[in-house]
């Protein structure tokens, strides 16, 4: 709707003057009266005789189209049109008709539509003429497919662009929600979470195997207490196997100890370390000594 004013602005002042007369001059004598409106306040209870209302100050647009097809597919919905089977001849003279009174008004918006309006009638000027001849068992071509195929596919678009149109948006349907907190004068820590708690753990004992102390304490080892233990291991028994002789769970020191014990054993003739061939076990026995 446009409302345009055709008085010049110079006279807006002495128009406004004259009217508040006229609104003073017409006030009711009873309060059963109604005003029609307010003019600065004032209500007005009949019109100005002298009023002036240029033709083209109120327009009123009952349907506007985005397009030559949305212009087509209304028609045919308001007429219950089969959009398979389009009657062209009652169709195009809707059309024509809806193009000439748009012509009048706005021949920039018409350009398009005349297109349009072409290629209508070229349609029904094809559909009077005979068909083409085609081979047996293909089907003649009609002259509407390609309007149709348009017409179905703008109707999809239309459609799923009003579905999406029908969503909420902010900003238009619903507002996002903002609140300003002032800042607390403490200091927030921010939270620990378990995954950095354990993350720090692993870092630590990382570093520390990376520092790491040997020491080495003197253990006191005496090579005569360990061949009396060997002699005492080997009496009561012919023979003793080399690998017995040796306590493994007390560490390599002391076997080290025990092997030199029977090494100075071996050397004074207190003991003897026999084999029997190649490769065979080893036995320690106690030397012979004659009775």
């Not at 406004?16 to 004032?42: F, T, V």
């Not at 002391?254 to 090494?263: N, Q």
């Amino acid at each position: 709707m446009t409302v345009e004013d055709a008085r010049p602005s110079h006279a807006a002042a002495h128009d406004r003057d004259g009217l508040a007369a006229i609104a003073a001059a017409a006030q009711p004598l009873s309060p059963d009266r109604i005003a029609l409106a307010r003019l600065y306040g004032e209500p007005l209870f009949a019109l100005p005789s002298d009023l002036y209302i240029p033709p083209d100050a109120l327009e009123v647009f009952l349907e506007a189209f985005e397009g030559p097809l949305d212009l087509l597919l209304y028609l045919i919905r308001k007429q219950n049109f089969n959009i398979l089977d389009i009657p062209m001849a009652g169709l195009t003279r809707q059309y024509l008709g809806y193009i000439e009174e748009v012509r009048h008004n706005n021949l920039e918006l018409a350009a398009e539509y005349l297109l349009m309006a072409a290629m209508l009638i070229e349609i029904k000027s094809r559909m009077l003429l005979p068909p083409k001849k085609v081979a047996e068992g293909e089907q003649a071509e009609d002259p509407r497919a390609e309007l149709v195929r348009r017409l179905l596919e703008y109707e999809r678009t239309k459609l799923a662009a009003a579905a999406l149109n029908a969503l909420p948006q902010a900003g238009r349907d619903f507002l996002t929600a903002r609140a300003h907190t002032e800042p607390s004068s403490g200091t927030r820590f921010p939270e620990v979470d378990v995954v950095d708690l354990r993350d720090a753990w692993a870092d630590v004992l990382k570093r520390a195997r990376l520092v790491q102390h040997h020491r080495i304490s003197r253990q006191a080892l005496s090579v005569r207490e360990h061949m009396t233990i060997v002699l005492r291991t080997l009496q009561g028994c012919r023979f003793a196997l080399f690998e017995n002789l040796f306590d493994v769970s007390r560490g390599v020191a002391v076997m080290v100890v025990t092997f030199i014990a029977m090494l100075e054993l071996a050397k004074e003739t207190l003991i003897e370390i026999t084999q029997a061939e190649a490769f065979a076990p080893i036995y320690v026995r106690l030397a012979y000594s004659p009775t």
